[in-house]
């Protein structure tokens, strides 16, 4: 909750933009559910957050490491790509469960799938092409032109990695699982690509 506050304020003195005070807005409502889940996570679903890494979070940090080698942008110091990866952990806890995994998880995937149902993967595999539909309005550049091809990486990459977080969350019971692993590779991702300059 520090991390957002202090760049909240620091983004009121300099006039930003709404969208900026807002998603710092958000964060600081976020990190109420961020530490909810973390007060009921206890020793039993540590096993299901190392699952969770060894899934997702295996799948979303090397898709990200692959991109970053492929990529032609010169490189900037290792010191400040890792700094704004790490406060972009930071930032992104609170942010993710307020905007992501309360409502994707927490809300689609609830309601769609109740214990003991069968066909959970394909409810889980329709929430996570909800959740990579939901990011086409961030990715930089896009545009209506290139709506199909976008969706046609974007879906699957989301789905890859959603579905192991819709699976944990329903066997642990606690959005911390997901929520975390998709953190981390948010946060790789940044980290990777190093501040804007």
């Not at 290792?78 to 952990?89: K, Q, Y």
């Not at 995994?101 to 889980?124: I, N, Q, Y």
Request: proline share 7%; net charge positive.
């Amino acid at each position: 909750m520090i991390v957002p506050l202090v760049d909240l304020v620091n983004l009121l003195r300099s006039h930003a933009s709404w969208g900026h005070n807002g998603w710092n807005v958000a964060a600081l409502a976020g990190a109420w559910a961020a530490a909810y889940a973390l007060r009921h996570f206890n020793r039993k679903l540590l096993r299901e957050l190392l699952l969770c890494l060894a899934t997702s979070g295996t799948i979303g940090i090397l898709v990200w490491i692959l991109q970053d080698v492929a990529s032609s942008g010169t490189p900037q110091p290792i010191g400040a790509r890792l700094w704004f990866g790490v406060t972009s952990l930071l930032k992104f806890i609170p942010v993710v469960f307020l905007l992501e995994e309360v409502w994707f998880r927490g809300v689609f995937d609830s309601h769609l799938h109740h214990p003991g149902e069968k066909r959970g993967v394909l409810s889980a595999i329709y929430v996570s092409a909800l959740w990579g539909i939901w990011h086409y309005p961030v990715i930089p550049g896009h545009q209506i032109q290139t709506l199909l091809p976008t969706f046609a990486t974007v879906i699957p990459f989301h789905v890859l990695i959603g579905v192991p977080f819709s699976l944990f969350w329903r066997r642990s019971g606690n959005l911390f699982v997901p929520a975390s692993v998709h953190c981390l590779i948010d946060a790789v991702r940044n980290g990777l690509a190093g501040p804007p300059v």
